[in-house]
Each structure stands twice: as C-alpha cells, then as structure tokens.
C-alpha cells in the first residue's frame, strides 16, 4: 500500500517562496503520475500541478503556471511543488496525489482530482499580505 506524507508548509509574506515535499513509501515515486491540489476554506479542491508517470509532461491551471513548478526526484523517493511569488489567494491546505499508470497513456497528465487513487493528509500554507 503506497503512502504519501507532504512537507514544507509555513507561513510566509506574499512574494514569498515554498518547497513543498511529498515523500512517497511503499512503491516508487516514478510508478505513478502525480498531482498537487488545493483546497482553501469554503472553497472546492482546485487542481495545482501534475506531473506524468514518464516525467515528460507537466501541467498547470492559469493561477499558478510560472510561479510553481512540479517536480521529482527519483533518488528520494519524494515529489515536489516549488512555489514562487506567492499570493494571498495561495493560502490553502495542499494535497499531493498518486495516480496508477495506464500503459498507454505515460505522458498524460491529470488534472481531475477523481482520478488520482491515492492522498496526502495535507500540509497548510499560509500567504500573508
């Protein structure tokens, strides 16, 4: 059984920096396509980054796309979020997420939280103004 276990929240001004963690165990990081997601107070789980099973294919909602930026390291068995320039509208809990591979499609990406089979309890970032 796979376990993700995120890192690296705080609380940081706007203009700030995060690196978020998500240390994988049980399998490999590379056996999966992986996401990052948000959810703020009130508000609907938002997607915030994907990365494909191959590593080959990135993907990013408007929000975010040239602030954060998705990545692994295989070494270490731990995905990663790099959040740059960060807003007020940031603060929220983040979630990565694992998805089972499908053979066929190794570059896809996914942005559909339903489709992801396994979560991280979460880490809480907080953007101060």
């Known amino acids: 059984q796979v376990q993700l276990v995120e890192s690296g929240g705080g609380l940081v001004q706007a203009g700030g920096s995060l690196r978020l963690a998500c240390a994988v165990s049980?399998?490999?990081?590379?056996?999966?396509?992986m996401g990052w997601f948000r959810q703020a107070p009130g508000k609907e789980r938002e997607f915030v980054a994907a990365?494909?099973?191959?590593?080959?294919?990135?993907d990013y909602p408007a929000s975010v796309k040239g602030r954060f930026t998705i990545s692994r390291d295989n070494a270490k068995n731990t995905l990663y979020l790099q959040m740059n320039s960060l807003k007020p509208e940031d603060t929220a809990i983040y979630s990565c997420?694992?998805?089972?591979?499908?053979?066929?499609?190794?570059?896809?990406?996914?942005?559909?939280?339903?489709?992801?089979?396994?979560w991280g309890q979460g880490t809480q970032v907080t953007v101060s103004s």
């Open positions: 997420a694992a998805k089972n591979p499908v053979i066929f499609y190794s570059g896809v990406t996914y942005s559909n939280a339903g489709d992801y089979n396994y």
């Open positions: 049980g399998r490999t990081v590379s056996s999966y396509a």
């Open positions: 990365l494909s099973w191959i590593g080959s294919s990135t």
